[in-house]
């Protein structure tokens, strides 16, 4: 399944953009073991568990594996990191796996830190509020001094605006002889805000959308076109287990080859679910068409 190399590197139309963008999730902290935690110490502070550090070197080794692994002399990384604590050390571990020659940078970025859930987090409070989300909406419910899933995505988009004007301007990649590859460190709903933001999922998909497991990541590759897709690195089966549906695989394997640019129009959500009394129409028409030749064929004849 993977693209030919020289191809992607040397095509003039996306000879700059990155080769890989690979989402990546923190690994366990003391909140994932005991949500108690959060009501003691502000969620930017919430360290790693032994087992999360240990979790951000394996995730390290497997990084540094598969973007080396076609291209070892030239492959590059360039890193993007949350500001919170335990996105932080995370990162730590996984640069243990580099060389000092593949990192090119560091960014820490605010506009990718966790969703806000208020200040320190009541337990029983925490429990009720979150089976409120639950039947309010993931997406829209706003937490009490908090934000919702659609501020995160609000200020991830700005974000976008400022990572595509840096690769635009070639701020990150210097030399087009070699694999850029961007690393982004965050947190679970900040990391499936950004997808839905870049593929252009509805909120109905993101709904369905399961969470990262702790240091799992997502492998965002160029195609031979200079669209990004899942499906370049990662199987039908585990796309299913993330919660994608038929048609978002689908597109998945549509960007493989689609060039920059274009519009998946088989993709139904973006027409036919506003539009779905088209079809009929269209049938209506069609046949009405058959009807119309029928008649001519018959008359000339």
Known sequence: MKQDQHQIRFHPHHHHLPKRII????GES?????????????????QLTPLGLAQGRTAGNHLRDLITESNTKN?????????YQRTRS???????SFEREKIIGVREECRIREQDFGNFQVTERMKAIKETREKFGRFFYRFPEGESAADVFDRVSSFLESLWRDIDM??????????????????GLTCRVF??????????????LNNFGNCEFRVMELGEGGEYSLAIHHTDEEMQEWGFSPEMIA???????ANRG????????????????????????TDDKADDSSSICEYST
Request: proline fraction near 4%; aromatic fraction near 16%; charge should be negative.
């Open 90 to 96: 995370t990162l730590r571990e996984i640069g243990r």
């Open 170 to 187: 070639n701020r990150l990649h210097k030399d087009p002889s070699s694999d850029l590859n961007l690393v982004i460190v965050s947190h």
């Open 75 to 83: 492959s590059r990384v360039y890193f993007y990191v949350s500001p």
């Open 30 to 46: 003391e909140g994932n073991l005991d949500t108690a935690a959060y009501t003691t110490t502000p969620d930017n502070k919430i």
């Open 251 to 257: 597109d998945q394997k549509w960007r493989m080859g």
């Open 262 to 285: 274009d519009w998946n129009e088989s993709c139904p959500w973006y027409f036919d679910s506003f539009f779905d009394h088209l079809n009929s129409d269209l049938d209506k028409e």
């Open 23 to 26: 989402l990546v999730r923190h």
């Open 195 to 208: 997808l839905m933001k870049w593929f252009k999922w509805t909120v109905e998909q993101f709904e369905h």
